[in-house]
């Protein structure tokens, strides 16, 4: 038996894309299965494309494009680097709570590591951001 699960330990540490796999650090997505607007991931299905400025949004509804008029939107901040990057030109991360991390480079997505303990995301109200620090 002890082989069987060393064996599916060694699966599980070469980056397994089940659901649940790693706990402890982020999984790479496309931008294609997140709402840009209100930063949520749907695993699996293709939100809309919007286009804006050259640049390529996906969003859930109609609704969130009208938010993504708004500059402030349409950017997110590397957790790593502190930089304000653009969200169309984004490396996506997502975290095993579904919460999502824009990043310039895969680089700073492979040395971020999630906050177990941060609070999870309140989606009934996304227009206050809390940052805890």
């Known amino acids: 038996m002890k082989h069987f699960i060393m064996a599916f330990m060694l699966v599980f540490f070469a980056g397994s894309t089940a659901a649940l796999a790693d706990h402890h650090g982020l999984?790479?997505?496309?931008?294609?299965?997140?709402?840009m607007k209100e930063d949520r991931y749907f695993e699996?299905?293709?939100?809309?494309?919007?286009?804006?400025?050259?640049?390529?949004?996906?969003?859930?509804?109609?609704?969130?494009?009208?938010?993504?008029?708004?500059?402030?939107?349409?950017?997110?901040?590397?957790?790593?680097?502190?930089?304000?990057?653009?969200?169309?030109?984004?490396?996506?991360?997502?975290d095993s709570a579904g919460r999502v991390y824009y990043f310039e480079t895969e680089e700073n997505l492979a040395a971020f590591e999630p906050d177990p303990d941060a609070p999870m995301?309140?989606?009934?109200?996304?227009?206050?951001h809390h940052h805890h620090h």
């Open 44 to 94: 699996g299905k293709e939100q809309r494309p919007f286009e804006m400025d050259g640049k390529t949004y996906h969003i859930c509804c109609l609704d969130c494009a009208m938010g993504l008029q708004s500059e402030e939107v349409r950017y997110g901040t590397d957790p790593v680097s502190g930089n304000r990057i653009d969200k169309s030109e984004a490396v996506i991360g997502v």
């Open 121 to 128: 995301p309140d989606h009934s109200d996304m227009h206050h």
């Open 27 to 35: 999984k790479q997505v496309e931008g294609k299965y997140l709402c």
